[in-house]
T-cell receptor, first 114, second 107 residues
Framework: NAGVTQTPKFRILKIGQSMTLQCTQDMNHNYMYWYRQDPGMGLKLIYYSVGAGITDKGEVPNGYNVSRSTTEDFPLRLELAAPSQTSVYFC?????????????FGEGSRLTVL | KNEVEQSPQNLTAQEGEFITINCSYSVGISALHWLQQHPGGGIVSLFMLSSGKKKHGRLIATINIQEKHSSLHITASHPRDSAVYICAVSGGNDMRFGAGTRLTVKP
């Protein structure tokens, strides 16, 4: 089983460019999440989705957008990249919320904005 | 002050030692997760618990809801246990993460 697949693994962007981080899961999970991980800090929730067509903001949503047109896919869009968005991004999924569901993570995407 | 605090931040142990990593939180929670992040960066779930104690192989996780504290224990540690261990607490759709404890086990 592939689990949660993220692409790309690495990307360098120039300030002002845009890009999409792709996330796909093959476990038929309802819940999907995007986190960012900065050095020395805990993961921060950017956006989450509880099912196809439903998304909501997390703790640090500014500068990002998401969509959830299918159960499997949850892409994260960065518009007008800024150096503050340099980070490692993780996509995760779970069958139910974190209250009762185990989280499954992708391998991460390291983004550098110069 | 962070809502989820882990201690120690860094831990070096000799192979075979008993290891304890602590997690304290200041918010109400429905569940607590322990995660492992390997040097390559991937994150895997070790435990999810809302009360008591869970055991999986050489790993044991406990939680005290009244004291808002959880511990992760590793018995007979091995160099392959070297990783960052992350505590996360869940309340509804929100999850808050500790900064992690970096464990190095030397042979």
């Amino acid at each position: 089983n592939a689990g949660v697949t993220q692409t790309p693994k690495f990307r360098i962007l120039k300030i002002g460019q845009s890009m999409t981080l792709q996330c796909t899961q093959d476990m038929n999970h309802n819940y999907m999440y995007w986190y960012r991980q900065d050095p020395g800090m805990g993961l921060k929730l950017i956006y989450y989705s509880v099912g196809a067509g439903i998304t909501d903001k997390g703790e640090v949503p500014n500068g990002y957008n998401v969509s959830r047109s299918t159960t499997e896919d949850f892409p994260l869009r960065l518009e007008l990249a800024a150096p503050s968005q340099t980070s490692v991004y993780f996509c995760a999924s779970s069958w139910t919320s974190g209250d009762t569901g185990e989280l499954f993570f992708g391998e991460g995407s390291r983004l550098t904005v110069l | 002050k962070n809502e989820v605090e882990q201690s120690p931040q860094n831990l070096t142990a000799q192979e075979g030692e008993f290891i304890t990593i602590n997690c304290s939180y200041s918010v109400g929670i429905s569940a607590l997760h322990w995660l492992q992040q390997h040097p390559g960066g991937g994150i895997v779930s070790l435990f999810m618990l809302s009360s008591g104690k869970k055991k999986h192989g050489r790993l044991i996780a406990t939680i005290n809801i009244q004291e808002k504290h959880s511990s992760l224990h590793i018995t007979a540690s091995h160099p392959r246990d070297s990783a960052v261990y992350i505590c996360a607490v869940s309340g509804g759709n929100d999850m808050r993460f500790g900064a992690g404890t970096r464990l190095t086990v030397k042979p």
